[in-house]
């Protein structure tokens, strides 16, 4: 049987401009990695946090595919995940409990993005010192058997690392494919991949591709922005 299109309400009128704006770049992010084949049907998530001193959040409505969310689908919740705006959808509590841990240790991360692909493959409260000791500074883990994980000052820049993330996995997976024992990086390339990212990007990161990375999504399906 048929299921009849889901009808989310807008909630521009209910928030400021800036919630706004954010939520339109989330629910792109959301549909980017549906388009590029990063989702796991509807259990992975990503989060952004929202301006101001309060520790407040936007995720995924539980249950939905990722070409489904919209800037209004978007639940905002506190640090425990309970909803701070009405939402007929629901949260899921487990699976923001590794974008909490970051969230809250590291003022610089907007925006965290967690991934199960094939490239790159319960978490528990307990796990939460061991994770941030890993992360540490960086905007890159791996967590061994359950994914990649990326953070940024904005959800360009996090959208781009796991763009690169993925890409690398993805390469070396190809490249072991072949059989032959992978070789060392020159340590003096892996040096220059900051200072080239930079160039390639004129100093703006996620920013320089994010405008595109719209206009594409635009031409495929404008929906995200309602």
Known sequence: ???????????????????????????????????????DLVFTHISARLPGPGH?????????????????????????CNKLMDSPFPV??????????????????????????????????????????????????????????TCGPTIADAFLSMYVFESACQIQISAQSGGAELTEVDPQILQGIAHAMKVQTGGMGGQFAWPALLRKLDRVDPGYRS
């Open 56 to 80: 407040h959040f936007l995720i995924n409505p539980y249950g939905l595919m990722f070409d489904e969310i919209t800037a209004s689908s978007l639940i905002k919740v506190d640090l425990g």
């Open 1 to 39: 049987m048929s299921q009849e299109p889901l009808h989310i309400p807008s909630v521009q009128h209910l928030v400021s401009p800036e919630e706004w704006q954010l939520r339109v770049d989330l629910a792109a992010c959301y549909r980017l990695v549906a388009l590029y084949g990063w989702s």
């Open 92 to 149: 899921n509590p487990a699976g923001f409990v590794i974008h909490s841990a970051v969230h809250e240790a590291r003022a610089d991360a907007q925006c965290v993005i967690h991934t199960h692909t094939r490239a790159g493959v319960a978490f528990r409260e307990d796990e939460k010192p061991r994770l941030l000791a890993d992360m540490g500074e960086a905007n890159f883990l791996m967590l061994r058997n359950h994914g990649l994980l």
